[in-house]
């Protein structure tokens, strides 16, 4: 299983990113998909997920109404559109998928997203 993100950067308060994360060695199809988020000096903290298809989504609350998790099965893709980025969004996003089978949690390397002016 390998998760790649790509993506993050340096952007002002208000601005936009787009996440993307490539799955690979594994039937991405099958796997719900989530974006974590880990700023300094705090936890990893969940930040949206999406069901197999598509059809659910799930947000925590912060970032509500401001970012969308969606995916492309056809490219082994899951993506994370931010808008109306804060200053308290900065930290390095991570792609996850949990495998039942393994009992095993993945990541990928991360990308960092910084929001400052």
């Known amino acids: 299983v390998k998760l790649v993100e790509s993506g993050g950067g340096l952007v002002q308060p208000g601005g936009s990113l787009r996440l993307s994360c490539a799955g690979s060695g594994f039937a991405f199809s099958s796997y719900y998909m989530s974006w974590y988020r880990q700023a300094p000096g705090k936890e990893r903290e969940s930040v949206a997920g999406?069901?197999?298809?598509?059809?659910?989504?799930n947000y925590t609350d912060s970032v509500k109404g401001r970012f969308t998790i969606s995916r492309d099965n056809a490219k082994n893709t899951v993506y994370l559109q931010m808008n109306s980025l804060r200053p308290e969004d900065t930290a390095v996003y991570y792609c996850?998928?949990?495998?039942?089978?393994?009992?095993?949690?993945?990541w990928g390397q991360g990308t960092q997203v910084t929001v400052s002016s």
């Open positions: 999406i069901t197999l298809d598509g059809g659910i989504t």
């Open positions: 996850n998928t949990f495998s039942r089978l393994r009992n095993t949690n993945y």
